[in-house]
């Protein structure tokens, strides 16, 4: 039976006209404690958003969309939009287990747009996202592993998060926060199915996420009304999408830290379920020196087997959700980087490629997602020798989290991917990194950020 059958959380909330989950979630997160610590990690994840959001430009699905954008009217929807797709090109940004959400992407977009739009400070803008992505993961949380076989949770969790950031940005009411997570929770949307071909969907998700939450918002401002049980409604979101969706974890542990501190940020250009691979092939590149490779063996849960199942990729984005492909690339380079995918490197790691097998074994699987995205990475060399490399946490998780200074590294590289000159991207760092005190506005870096 599923989770709507059996469900006595669901059952209480629908025979109890006085509260919803999402009226519960929103006060959950007004009422969080907000320290300076978690306000300046909240700046790192804004300059990480912005970063990519600069870089996404430099492509080819970039350019369409720049395009596109050009030829439309100037609110803030629109810049929403276009900065979350940006935002979500180059498979750097950033994503939380848990959830299996890509919170900054949708999340940062919305905040920036409405604050811009509504002169906020710098202290509101960082607290908007706060609690943007405590909305976006809680109940990314709860959706269960069956969703995200066939849906995009990033897409269809993603509304909720920018709903709540334009929400405390444009100052509403607790009723109308919870109309403005209702609407934007019906917009919910997005299937996997891009994946098959490498079409560029993806990028469409997340813009139409981030723009959902801001229009949304925009219209409970004026008190357009929306389904107050949007989650565990029997027609909501849970019943139609998630057929092992746990309600409970939306509102579980309301003290835990604020999910944006718990969120990984990604320090390669690819699908975040080939990070553990890789980091494991690159420490087994430095063993390797030069020696041909027999066999390589990649051990993963099955959420990685199922996204990232690519031996022969045919575009630079199939090489981003190749196991294969990664993996060769990191043991045969000791790095990765942008070129890692191109046509060249594809062609070149073709024969390495086909002796990398991907298999999904323990603890891996029943690890993930909520302890860790892992993997082994085994290399039979041609004499016979067998190294092996294991990763629990991968670089860029909160157990192994990146310095400020790889943060900064990163979002220069970003910005000098996307065209911006080395002096402007790193007024534009300063500018955001200075907001946790107030001592930029937000206004002051609006040319840079609106360059797309």
Not at 102 to 122: D, F, I, N, Q, T
Not at 260 to 266: F, V
Not at 320 to 331: I, M, N, Q
Request: with cysteine.
């Amino acid at each position: 039976m599923g989770w709507q059958q059996t469900n006595s959380l669901r059952t209480t909330y629908l025979n109890n006209d006085m509260t919803s989950l999402t009226q519960d979630l929103v006060q959950l997160i007004r009422q969080k404690p907000v320290t300076h610590d978690d306000l300046k990690k909240a700046t790192l994840f804004l300059l990480d958003a912005v970063a990519n959001g600069t870089a996404g430009k430099n492509s080819v699905a970039g350019n369409i969309l720049s395009r596109w954008a050009r030829a439309q009217g100037d609110d803030s929807g629109r810049h929403a939009f276009l900065f979350s797709a940006l935002a979500h090109i180059q498979e750097m940004d950033d994503l939380h287990r848990s959830s299996v959400t890509h919170p900054g992407c949708v999340v940062v977009p919305a905040a920036l747009a409405v604050g811009l739009r509504e002169m906020s400070s710098g202290h509101e803008i960082l607290m908007s996202i706060l609690h943007g992505y405590e909305a976006m993961c809680r109940i990314g949380m709860a959706v269960g592993n069956s969703h995200y076989r066939i849906w995009h949770n990033t897409s269809t969790c993603g509304p909720y998060g920018s709903a709540m950031a334009a929400a405390t940005l444009n100052h509403l009411t607790h009723a109308q926060s919870v109309h403005a997570l209702g609407n934007a929770g019906t917009q919910s949307s997005g299937f996997w199915q891009f994946n098959q071909t490498g079409a560029m969907s993806k990028h469409l998700h997340a813009g139409r996420a981030a723009e959902a939450g801001v229009i949304a918002t925009d219209l409970a401002k004026l008190d357009f009304t929306g389904p107050t049980h949007i989650l565990e409604g029997s027609q909501g979101f849970f019943m139609g999408a998630c057929p092992d969706a746990m309600p409970e974890v939306v509102l579980k542990n309301p003290l835990d830290p604020w999910k944006l501190t718990l969120t990984s940020m990604k320090p390669w250009p690819s699908c975040r379920h080939t990070h553990a691979a890789i980091d494991a092939a690159l420490a087994l590149h430095q063993k390797i020196d030069g020696q041909r490779m027999k066999r390589v063996k990649v051990s993963v849960y099955q959420t990685a087997l199922d996204v990232c199942n690519q031996p022969n990729p045919l575009t630079d984005y199939q090489a981003k959700f190749s196991l294969h492909h990664c993996v060769a690339a990191a043991l045969s380079y000791g790095e990765i980087d942008f070129s890692s995918f191109d046509e060249y490197h594809r062609e070149r790691l073709a024969g390495l490629r086909d002796r990398v097998t991907v298999t999904v074994e323990e603890p891996y699987s029943s690890a993930y997602p909520d302890h860790y995205w892992g993997a082994n990475v085994t290399v039979t060399m041609d004499d016979g020798i067998v190294l092996e490399e294991v990763r629990y946490a991968c670089k860029g998780d909160p157990e192994a989290a990146l310095t400020d200074d790889e943060i900064m590294a990163k979002a220069a590289m970003l910005m000098n991917q996307g065209g911006m000159e080395q002096a402007s991207a790193k007024t534009l760092i300063n500018a955001i990194l200075k907001l946790v005190d107030n001592h930029v506005e937000a206004e002051t870096f609006e040319k840079l950020f609106l360059t797309q």
